[in-house]
């Protein structure tokens, strides 16, 4: 059986793409209040998930996330090498 990765699609794409537009900002990441509660619950596996593979990071609030280098790397953005260039 192949797992269905629509829903964490769903839910992983706009997170990620809008963490990278506030990068290097951390910013909420909790899923909307309109949800259902399976609804809620998809979002908040998908976010366990990303932390867990290291694309994000939790801060000191739980609710607030930032990218990591390697979240960035799905962006195309070397971090290293870009602040080596910068260097």
Do not use: W, Y
Request: aromatic residues 6%.
């Amino acid at each position: 059986m192949q797992p269905d990765i629509s829903k964490f699609n769903n839910i992983a794409t706009p997170v990620l793409k809008n963490m990278a537009a506030h990068f290097p900002n951390a910013i909420d990441v909790s899923p909307n209040i309109d949800l259902s509660g399976e609804e809620k619950a998809t979002h908040q596996a998908v976010i366990r998930f990303l932390v867990s593979e290291g694309f994000i990071n939790s801060t000191h609030n739980a609710k607030l996330m930032t990218l990591t280098a390697k979240g960035l790397g799905l962006f195309n953005c070397n971090i290293a090498q870009a602040l080596n260039i910068a260097l």
